[in-house]
Nanobody, 122 residues
Framework: QVQLVESGGGLVQAGGSLRLSCAAS????????MGWFRQAPGKEREFVAAISRSGASTSYADSVKGRFTMSRDNAKSTVYLQMNSLKPEDTAVYYC???????????????WGQGTQVTVSS
């Protein structure tokens, strides 16, 4: 199995940027499809982005397309989420997840980090 630890969250003004990181340990990161999800208070966990094992393919939620970029460095066992032009509605706890299927639903992922808080002020 793999252990995931997110970092890079914080408080930022609307229009600003943050880069989230997700460091993996245990099994090699390269064998997993990776995803980013987020959950705001009182809302269900929602898909943000996913990336294939090689990094050649990515998928994004419509709400973040053109603003967020997901990438991975398998040699460093780390995945990233670059978030630009942040909006107050991006405020949530952000989670990275690992699985074996390229999917946009939480139940298709097997391993989860503890999450990192992102707060965007207006």
């Amino acid at each position: 199995q793999v252990q995931l630890v997110e970092s890079g969250g914080g408080l930022v003004q609307a229009g600003g940027s943050l880069r989230l990181s997700c460091a993996a340990s245990g099994r090699a990161l390269s064998i997993y499809i990776m995803g980013w999800f987020r959950q705001a208070p009182g809302k269900e966990r929602e898909f943000v982005a996913a990336i294939s094992r090689s990094g050649a393919s990515t998928s994004y939620a419509d709400s973040v397309k053109g603003r967020f970029t997901m990438s991975r460095d398998n040699a460093k066992s780390t995945v990233y989420l670059q978030m630009n032009s942040l909006k107050p509605e991006d405020t949530a706890v952000y989670y990275c997840a690992a699985g074996s299927v390229f999917a946009d639903v939480p139940h298709r992922y097997d391993y989860w980090g503890q999450g990192t808080q992102v707060t965007v002020s207006s």
